[in-house]
Nanobody, 115 residues
Framework: QVQLGESGGGLVQAGGSLRLSCAAPGSIFRLNPMGWYRQVPGKQRELVAG???????KYADSVKGRFTISRDNAKNMVYLQMNSLKPEDTAVYYC?????????WGKGTLVTVSS
């Protein structure tokens, strides 16, 4: 089992920013589009941003214009820059391949946005 490692979460006021980081093994990173997912207790995990190996990106409507996903192919890292955060962005954020692979789920990083 290979788990990805997320970091960078925390408590921030509405309107603030955070940058999440994800370290992925090269075998996963090189072969797959990568994505950031989030989950709120009692709700399904949702994909909020994705990026291909070539750098093409796609976003959920709820975060479009506020979040930016990027990747560093040399470091096998995926990032999520989150700006203009809203209380409804509060969730545990995970990175994984697209489509997700069960064995790759890590512990996630908690983002809490206060109003």
């Amino acid at each position: 089992q290979v788990q990805l490692g997320e970091s960078g979460g925390g408590l921030v006021q509405a309107g603030g920013s955070l940058r999440l980081s994800c370290a992925a093994p090269g075998s996963i990173f090189r072969l797959n589009p990568m994505g950031w997912y989030r989950q709120v207790p009692g709700k399904q995990r949702e994909l909020v941003a994705g990026i291909t190996s070539g750098g093409s990106t796609k976003y959920a409507d709820s975060v479009k214009g506020r979040f930016t996903i990027s990747r560093d192919n040399a470091k096998n890292m995926v990032y999520l820059q989150m700006n203009s955060l809203k209380p409804e962005d509060t969730a545990v954020y995970y990175c994984n391949a697209i489509p997700w692979v069960y064995d790759y789920w890590g512990k996630g990083t908690l983002v809490t946005v206060s109003s």
